[in-house]
């Protein structure tokens, strides 16, 4: 079975920490890996695409990460200020044909000021 | 805004109406997709369109729920006989190539 976990579950840090969240995954024959924010009540807001060909991609504070040999894939978030406080997922598209996502059940993430 | 468009963003019905959500996507993208999300959890799939062609529907697409895509370009999803389990967040997302785009989604909430 397709599956994707997400460790931690929820996660509070002091504002300024640099972080790591963690996505892992059960099979290697990805298509591709989004990371999502959620902020609550919200919808979902794309953060960073990485493809099966890619290994990693950056975008401003934000540095995503892919290692399909290991099945994990890693958020880096620098300098975190309070407004990152929200809740992010991490979803595989498993090489299934309909491009489909698998998604995680998120890690919530407070900054504290 | 030329991003994907949901309505209403909040819906609430008694047990045993029927509901139906719009999704708009962003234009020219020719996948379209319905996912629920209940509290705590991620999305989970619902099902799959490609152009005015529904290609996949999960099993939690129970025969309750149907979803149309009549000209390939928004799509409805309809709830019959609502029960207080459909309570979730509707999101729909389109994508044209490999990244995908969410709209803000539908809050149903079931009395």
């Known amino acids: 079975k397709q599956e994707v976990t997400q460790i931690p579950a929820a996660l509070s840090v002091p504002e300024g920490e640099n972080l790591v969240l963690n996505c892992s995954f059960t099979?290697?024959?990805?298509?591709?890996l989004q990371w999502f924010r959620q902020d609550p009540g919200k919808g979902l807001t794309s953060l960073l695409l990485i493809q099966s060909s890619q290994r990693e991609q950056t975008s401003g504070r934000l540095n995503a990460s892919l290692d399909k040999s290991s099945g994990r894939s890693t958020l880096y978030i620098a300098a975190s200020q309070p407004g990152d406080s929200a809740t992010y997922l991490c979803a595989v598209d498993f090489t299934s044909g309909t491009y489909k996502y698998i998604f995680g059940t998120g890690t919530r993430l407070k900054v504290l000021a | 805004d030329t991003g994907v468009s949901q309505n209403p963003r909040h819906k609430i019905t008694k047990r045993g109406q029927n509901v139906t959500f719009r999704c708009d996507p962003i234009s020219e993208h020719n996948r379209l997709y319905w996912y629920r999300q209940t509290l705590g959890q991620g999305p989970e799939f619902l099902t799959y369109?490609?152009?005015?062609?529904?290609?996949?529907k999960s099993r939690l697409l129970s025969d309750r729920f149907s979803a149309e895509r009549p000209k390939g370009s928004f799509s409805t999803l309809e709830i019959q006989r609502t029960e207080q389990g459909d309570s979730a967040m509707y999101l729909c997302a389109s994508r044209k190539n490999t990244e995908a785009f969410f709209g803000q989604g539908t809050r149903l909430t079931v009395v």
């Open positions: 099979d290697s024959a990805i298509y591709n």
């Open positions: 369109f490609q152009n005015e062609a529904q290609l996949e």
